[in-house]
């Protein structure tokens, strides 16, 4: 499973080898629930972003190596970020940080909300699972029990066992 971040700021060459540029953001359908492709900012001055579909991605490992680009416009994964996701009471559960993603079919499998700094650090983040939400205009509605699964951080993790510790001693 991967998420954007894995791919921002990662070089993108043609098959001959030379640099185009680098992932900026991912193009994305949501409603059809896979990543589409990426927006590639380019290292010309004037040219400005091009767009890499997935059919045309030849392979990625610290670099993408891609077939062809393309200069259509599609729905970007910053115009997802920061939405509000709203559970079926209207209630704000968090907002959109970013998309879980498997990197063979490119299928969008969860949706990660982060619920607030200290939330995200007392209580960890959530994934909730893309058939479980639909895409408004201004929101992300959660439809589903939107608290089965969370995220438990590091520090968090730790916390809840140093509390275990000292009651138990």
């Known amino acids: 499973m991967l998420r954007s971040k894995d791919f921002l700021l990662m070089d993108v060459l043609d098959i001959k080898g030379k640099k185009i540029g680098y992932i900026k953001d991912l193009l994305v359908d949501f409603n059809g629930g896979h990543v589409e492709g990426f927006v590639i900012s380019t290292y010309k001055l004037f040219q400005g972003d091009l767009y890499v579909l997935a059919e045309n991605i030849i392979s990625f490992n610290r670099s993408m190596i891609v077939g062809k680009c ?100």
Request: glycine residues 10%; contains cysteine.
């Open 70 to 169: 393309v200069k259509d416009k599609r729905f970007e994964l910053k115009q997802l970020k920061g939405m509000d996701v709203l559970n079926r009471y209207g209630n704000i559960i968090g907002m959109v940080e970013d998309i879980l993603f498997d990197c063979n079919t490119f299928t969008i499998k969860g949706v990660l909300v982060s619920t607030g700094f200290i939330r995200n650090f007392i209580l960890g983040k959530k994934i909730i699972l893309t058939n479980r939400v639909i895409l408004g205009e201004e929101n992300l509605w959660c439809y589903g029990d939107c608290n089965k699964l969370s995220l438990v951080s590091i520090p968090h993790k730790l916390a809840m066992e140093v509390g275990c510790d000292e009651k138990e001693g």
